[in-house]
């Protein structure tokens, strides 16, 4: 079956295709279909961006569609960035590097011991027939005071993930997709595939 995926993101077409072409999905970017359109996420938490974002491209090109929205939630700031995370500073000039300097710049007042930080991610399928799946998933760190490592991308080099005792930029990436927030959104949409009927590879 193929699905388009409604990002720009190859970075993101890797990770996610790594798990997805187990549930038997052939995953595009929605680019290589001629489809270039940026939804404005007007929603107010993960799961409604995630609908949206999917619902456009699946009436942009007729194709089921696959939609994530995920960002980092540090509980210092109150959540913050949250859905925010790939537009936290509204500075268009900040790329993933920038941003996540931000990040630890606006988080230098807090103390260790009170860094803690989640990501999360929500996956949602959709197709033309009006199916609609949804999955959250959540992971569970800490912030650093630098970066570390040179794997993943956004902010994984200052999230420390306490049971590898490392950053998520510091473990390969089968290692991180095996327990990431966006691994096990994944799992759970697939358990989800499962019950509504796609065959199980």
């Keep these: 079956m193929k699905v388009v995926l409604a990002s720009h993101n190859p970075h993101k077409l890797k990770e996610i295709s790594k798990i ?17 359109i940026d939804v404005e996420e007007t929603g107010s938490t993960f799961e409604e961006n995630s609908f949206q974002k999917a619902e456009a491209v ?8 696959l939609a994530d929205d995920s960002g980092i ?13 790939a537009r936290y500073g509204f500075d268009e000039s900040l790329d993933d590097w920038g941003r996540m300097m931000l990040l630890l710049k606006n988080t230098e ?12 991610c929500v996956i949602t399928f959709i197709t033309p027939e009006g199916q609609m799946i949804q999955a959250r998933g959540e992971i569970h760190g800490e912030l650093t005071r630098e970066p570390r490592g ?9 999230f420390f993930y306490p049971p590898f005792g490392k950053t998520t ?9 095996a327990v990431s927030h966006r691994g096990v959104a994944l799992q ?11 065959a199980d590879k």
């Design 58 to 65: 699946m009436k942009a090109t007729g194709l089921p569609a």
């Design 20 to 36: 997805t072409e187990k549930f038997g999905i052939e995953l595009v970017l929605q680019s290589e279909l001629g489809v270039d």
């Design 188 to 198: 759970k949409f697939y358990e989800k595939m499962k019950e509504a009927g796609y």
């Design 73 to 85: 939630a540090v509980d210092a700031l109150n959540g913050e960035p949250g859905i925010y995370s």
């Design 169 to 177: 930029a510091e473990v390969s990436p089968d290692q991180k997709n």
């Design 109 to 120: 007042h807090v103390p260790d011991g009170q860094r803690q930080a989640q990501f999360v």
């Design 150 to 158: 040179e794997n993943g991308f956004g902010y994984d080099p200052i």
